[in-house]
């Protein structure tokens, strides 16, 4: 069965601080990830996708991806009370469909 | 128009009624789904339309019933439903071209069944 693990949290970060979010993933051949951010009741929003081994970068956001070890992490710099959220890992499947599968989210708490 | 829309945001139902979610996005894009989300879950995949067909039923009850009546639409008729249906649904949409992978998704249904 395909897995994505995150770890539940709640992360604590102060304001200010690099909040780190990490995902690992058990299918060997998965080629798209996905971050979202789902804020209390809210959808899920899609904040980075990612696709080549490295660093993709974007404003405060930058997502890793080390394809060796299965691992996909979620970097916030400069964290702002409005980044407390439940951050989710996506992994797409390898149907023609690209149905996604999900981690359980990793709720972010980011103190003033 | 760059987001997918959903309504109503809030619906009541009671286990007899019939009721329909709707979905709509104007961005061109062929894939379209829908989720079911309970509190402090991830979304579960239910159904997968692909250029208007449907695509993956993953093995939900028949008292949920889609419909892609054209390619920006998307509805999901609803009958008989039981309290454990209550939940957030979902709708995602995405371009369906091989190299674009990234689904986008509506504010979502608050559905409570009474």
């Known amino acids: 069965q395909k897995e994505v693990e995150q770890n539940s949290g709640p992360l604590s970060v102060p304001e200010g601080a690099i909040a780190s979010l990490n995902c690992t993933y058990s299918?060997?051949?998965?080629?798209?990830f996905f971050w979202y951010r789902q804020y209390s009741g809210k959808s899920p929003e899609l904040i980075m996708f990612?696709?080549?081994?490295g660093d993709k970068e974007d404003g405060r956001f930058t997502a890793q991806l080390n394809k060796a070890s299965q691992y996909v992490s979620l970097l916030i710099r400069d964290s702002q009370p409005s980044d407390s959220a439940t951050y989710l890992c996506?992994?797409?499947?390898?149907?023609?469909?690209?149905?996604?599968?999900f981690g359980k989210g990793t709720m972010l708490l980011v103190s003033p | 128009d760059t987001e997918v829309t959903q309504t109503p945001k809030h619906l009541v139902m009671g286990m007899t009624n019939k009721k329909s979610l709707k979905c709509e996005q104007h961005?061109?894009?062929?894939?379209m789904y829908w989720y079911k989300q309970k509190a402090k879950k991830p979304p579960e995949l239910m159904f997968v339309?692909?250029?208007?067909?449907?695509?993956i039923n993953e093995s939900v009850p028949s008292r949920f019933s889609p419909e892609c009546p054209n390619s920006s639409l998307l509805n999901l008729h609803l009958h008989a439903l039981q309290p454990e249906d209550s939940a957030l649904y979902l709708c995602?949409?995405?371009?369906?071209?091989?190299?674009?992978?990234?689904?986008?998704f509506g504010p979502g249904t608050r559905l409570t069944v009474l």
């Open positions: 995602a949409s995405r371009l369906a071209l091989a190299a674009y992978n990234e689904q986008f």
């Open positions: 299918d060997r051949g998965s080629q798209s």
């Open positions: 990612i696709y080549s081994n």
């Open positions: 996506a992994v797409k499947q390898d149907s023609g469909y690209s149905t996604l599968t």
């Open positions: 961005m061109g894009h062929r894939a």
């Open positions: 339309y692909s250029y208007e067909k449907l695509s």
